[in-house]
Nanobody, 121 residues
Framework: VQLQASGGGLVQAGDSLRLSCAAS????????MAWFRQAPGKEREFLAK????????YYEDSVKGRFTISRDKEKNTVILLMNELKPEDTAVYYC???????????????WGKGTQVTVSS
């Protein structure tokens, strides 16, 4: 399984940004795909996840209503649409995949390389 995150960049507060995670592997049926982020000096934190087969989603409270996770099964891609970005959203964003239902870092089986998101005030 390989995950490739992209779409990061430098934006201003209030802007939107769309991150993509291209996934390759034998199958993701039954898996969950998730987004995490890690700000400097902080632990990696869970943001959102989507069950690949059903499309059911789950969000961390801090991003609920601003971030939307979705997946394109034909393209094997998971999207994180981030609206109303704030300077505190500045972090490296990672996509991850797991053959389980947890939301902790240790629950993830595979990680992509991160993509930097910087939000200026």
């Amino acid at each position: 399984v390989q995950l490739q995150a992209s779409g990061g960049g430098l934006v201003q507060a209030g802007d939107s940004l769309r991150l993509s995670c291209a996934a390759s592997g034998p199958t993701f049926s039954g898996w969950q795909m998730a987004w995490f982020r890690q700000a400097p000096g902080k632990e990696r934190e869970f943001l959102a996840k989507i069950f690949y087969t059903s499309g059911r989603t789950y969000y961390e409270d801090s991003v609920k209503g601003r971030f939307t996770i979705s997946r394109d099964k034909e393209k094997n891609t998971v999207i994180l649409l981030m609206n109303e970005l704030k300077p505190e959203d500045t972090a490296v964003y990672y996509c991850a995949a797991a053959d389980s239902t947890g939301v902790l870092v240790r629950d993830m089986d595979y990680w992509g390389k991160g993509t930097q998101v910087t939000v200026s005030s």
